[in-house]
């Protein structure tokens, strides 16, 4: 099965609500699609999201990387040699984390399809069944309790609430959710690099001292502020996860040899696919350190082989926030991974799973 070409499309899903964090507020999800083409007449399809401030990449960077850099570099290359494969998209160019994460995620959809098996088996096997948690957006205490409690009747049992605006006023957000929650939930927050770490050991210990039990904070401080959050864990007994300080296999090695964070967030779109995110749940595994597995506000496909990967290495994946498919009004994707509130089912399909994708606008050359 071998590569012949590779195009673009663009998936367009508007949210159910809002989707706020300390960093931005938007209303739809926006996938650029990439359809990777084979002699076999298979199509592998990859996908990822427009985040500027988070990895630097946006759509037009996306197409353009791969178009340009990458593709000329991987025509002709077999699925089977898979390793090479990746080494070579990998290698390719320096960053553009989103590009090679989309175009690794069509890559192993093939690779599935060319064994015809389901990409979480190819990986090592799992249950085909997850849980997730569900984002609470920043916004005025009554609107987090109220948007906490809607969660709660959904079915969710896991909360991640986004904070991060006004350290005061976060604090209150906390206090009020966790009280109306009354036990019924976990809570998550995720701060999104919006306290400093003084800021933060205030804050988990003004909480600890209400009585709010949390699960986790994630990403308290920026993203560049390895000593804070060094300084943060070893200071606060609520675990301490890094998020946008941890992107690469190296990084994740270096914050764990010094008590820098207590869990890791593994996101596809940060580590630049799946070669390197098994690195960093295998590596995590080794120092007995527990990951997430997360998604950037991004539809259904590039979330499916996040959740493809979250089975296969279940045991050091242990937090699952792949919520995003499931903040749109539907689902465009059809065959693939099920996406329903806080369940989420892989099909037995091969690869992704996925059978057709509604609503797909090619895009073809300016962008
Ligand atoms: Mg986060």
Redesign the pocket.
Known sequence: MKITNIRFGKLSVPLITPFKTALRSVSSIEDIVVLVETDSGEIGYGAAPSTPVITGDTHGSIMHAIDRVIKPQIIGMDIADLNQLTQRIQGSMVANYSAKAALEIAIYDLWGKLYKAPLYKMLGGGSPQLETDITISVDDIDKMVADSLLALEQGFSILKIKIGKDIHADIERVKAIYQAVNGAAQIRL?V?QGWTAKQTVFAAKALDNAGVQLELI??PVKSHDIDGMRYVTQRVSTPIMA?ESAFSPKQVIELIQTGAADII?IKLMKTAGLSNAIKIADIAALYDVECMI?CMLEGSIGVAAAAHLAAARASVICKIDLDGPALGQYDPVQGGVEFNLASISLSGGAGLGIQSIKGLQEINGEW
């Open positions: 995720d999104n994630e990403q998020d967030n997360g």
